[in-house]
């Protein structure tokens, strides 16, 4: 995508769908001997989901797996669309865009594995993190120059915002 057709999509979006492992984390799991589940996560990309939310962006979580930290740092950020549990995030996506009456061209998804691959391949600004699957690489529209949970999320709000505010 042109820079100028990338600009044009951002300002198109209206949901910014994100996935969580190696996207909003780095994709390590840390797990006590008892199963408690620990994540990490970037200030910063907590930062830009808050001012893309501020903008009017609603902001979306499709996630494979199911943690109670994502729960959490979904609520203290004011994210209320959250979907864990995913095994067929496209579906999901199409569920999620009915509900909201939103297009998937007014979607941006952001993915890092071949799980997020439906997703990605709807949207219409296809965000891979830099670390991703060269899957995800090869089907995204824009790649981050930050890895996932490094501040990635924070990009391409900035992005979303930028093409808003022209």
């Keep these: 995508m042109q820079p100028n057709e990338l600009r044009e999509a951002a300002a198109r979006v209206r949901l910014l769908v994100l996935d969580v492992d190696g996207?909003?984390?780095?994709?390590?799991?840390?797990?006590?001997s008892t199963g408690e589940e620990f994540k990490v996560f970037h200030v910063r990309d907590g930062s830009g989901i808050v001012a893309a939310l501020r903008a009017g962006v609603t902001?979306?979580?499709?996630?494979?797996?199911?943690?109670?930290?994502?729960?959490r740092r979904a609520a203290e950020l004011g994210i209320r669309h959250v979907r864990q549990g995913v095994a067929e995030?496209?579906?999901?996506?199409?569920?999620?865009l009915r509900d909201l009456g939103l297009t998937a061209a007014q979607t941006a998804c952001v993915g890092d594995d071949t799980p997020d691959l439906p997703m990605l391949e709807m949207a219409g600004l296809a965000v891979?993190?830099?670390d991703a699957h060269p899957a995800l690489k090869a089907a995204a529209h824009w790649i981050t120059g930050s890895p996932g949970g490094?501040?990635?999320?924070?990009?391409?709000?900035?992005l979303l915002l930028s093409a808003a505010a022209t």
């Excluded at 996207?23 to 006590?32: A, E, N, Y």
């Design 128 to 130: 891979a993190v830099a």
């Design 150 to 158: 490094h501040g990635a999320v924070r990009e391409v709000c900035d």
């Design 89 to 96: 995030k496209g579906r999901e996506l199409e569920a999620l």
């Design 59 to 71: 902001v979306a979580i499709i996630s494979g797996r199911d943690s109670a930290a994502v729960n």
């Design 23 to 32: 996207v909003l984390t780095d994709g390590r799991l840390f797990i006590s």
